[in-house]
């Protein structure tokens, strides 16, 4: 294992800054806004073991009143550049409203995480699909922390928060404003809402690190919800949020829970 990593959507990457401050080694497909499109990027197979990005969220959001496909269409360059390059293991980004999806080859591991768990500053909640290789040796699923949200000092931080831009780069974990002179100020304020705050990044590097390169894994049962968190004693659920979303499922497919 190489520990390369291929970031995708990178943005500012605060997401690949949190797997570096990590030992990783990431290396940037580009991003939109620097002239790049992922439609014309074609990777080798083989050459990293894993692949993160947060794919553009807008048409997913709950708040978006005139959904288009564009999300969608990202979504599956995602799962066309994971497809080609066969990594190790994949991890991907995203709102709440995030379609969940499956990528041949891949064992799948869906859970959600808030910033309010890490930092009681400003919550807001994404959407984390992890994978892994199914001939892979040994079974790499991550024990992600769940919490209740604590209360917070400040809403979530978007691309269009009122806050200033000092206070969005310390609760995102930005400390590079200054080089971003090319930017307006909305134009900051949009990467750095939109990036994935580096206690978060940093945090996910680690329990990677830990379950697939130091072999580091908790026994027990896992949550029914498919979140791949272990769960205590005789519960079938890790949380009431993962009660909830396995009831959800349920109901769709007509099953027990």
């Not at 009681?120 to 994404?126: D, G, H, K, L, M």
């Amino acid at each position: 294992m190489n520990r390369l990593v291929l970031s995708l959507f990178s943005g500012i990457d605060l997401f690949g800054k949190g797997f570096v401050n990590n030992n990783f080694c990431v290396v940037s497909a580009g991003d939109k806004f620097l002239g790049s499109d992922i439609r014309d990027f074609k990777p080798p197979q083989g050459f990293c073991d894993g692949v993160i990005g947060g794919s553009p969220c807008q048409d997913f959001s709950r708040l978006n009143r005139n959904p288009k496909d564009y999300s969608l269409e990202m979504l599956n360059q995602f799962i066309r550049v994971v497809t080609n390059v066969k990594p190790l293991w994949f991890l991907h980004e995203n709102v709440v409203g995030v379609p969940e999806f499956v990528v041949d080859g891949y064992r799948i591991q869906r859970f959600e995480l808030d910033l309010s768990w890490f930092n009681p500053i400003a919550s807001r909640r994404r959407i984390f699909t992890f994978g892994f290789k199914c001939d892979a040796p040994g079974e790499y699923l991550l024990n992600p922390i769940i919490k209740n949200n604590p209360p917070t000092t400040h809403r979530a931080v978007t691309c269009q928060d009122s806050l200033s831009l000092k206070e969005m780069a310390q609760i995102q974990g930005c400390d590079f404003v200054g080089e971003l002179e090319h930017f307006s100020v909305k134009g900051k304020k949009t990467v750095i809402g939109n990036a994935v705050p580096l206690v978060m990044s940093q945090y996910l590097a680690e329990i990677i690190d830990l379950a697939i390169y130091q072999s580091v894994t908790t026994p027990g049962e896992k949550c029914n919800c498919g979140c791949g968190r272990i769960v205590k004693g005789k519960a079938k659920h890790a949380h009431q949020n993962c009660r909830k979303k396995a009831s959800r499922a349920a109901l769709k497919c007509d099953t027990p829970v």
